[in-house]
Nanobody
Framework: LMFTAGVWGGLVQAGGSLKLSCAASGNILNTHRMGWYRQAPGKEHQSVAIVRNGGIIDYSEFAKGRFTMSGDLSKNTVWLQMDSLKPEDTAVYFC??????????????????????WGEGTLVTVSS
């Protein structure tokens, strides 16, 4: 699977905003979930916000009220609008996709498997 980021992370001042975008491609039969994870220095990999079928978005507690995610799963695309950023938001942010990926397609046989992918990640640094 390949991820394409329309906007990359960078240095943002506390209280500022940043919008990330991500599109997934590569023999995708169906997209079940997409969203964002992050990993801050010295902390565990954690979910930020995930959208699933039906447009239902699951936000982590720290993201509620500050982060807004939108997505179009039919186009394998998600956006993450981050507002009121805090130094504690400093982390590497990873685009995430849970998909059914085509493994082979020939004759009358379509083979696929359900897989989870994370992008290479982009560093968001929030300064105080």
């Amino acid at each position: 699977l390949m991820f394409t980021a329309g906007v990359w992370g960078g240095l943002v001042q506390a209280g500022g905003s940043l919008k990330l975008s991500c599109a997934a491609s590569g023999n995708i039969l169906n997209t079940h979930r997409m969203g964002w994870y992050r990993q801050a220095p010295g902390k565990e990999h954690q979910s930020v916000a995930i959208v699933r079928n039906g447009g239902i978005i699951d936000y982590s507690e720290f993201a509620k009220g500050r982060f807004t995610m939108s997505g179009d799963l039919s186009k394998n695309t998600v956006w993450l609008q981050m507002d009121s950023l805090k130094p504690e938001d400093t982390a590497v942010y990873f685009c995430y996709a849970d998909i059914s990926q085509i493994e082979s397609n020939y004759g009358d046989t379509l083979r696929y498997s359900d897989k989870e992918y994370w992008g290479e990640g982009t560093l968001v640094t929030v300064s105080s």
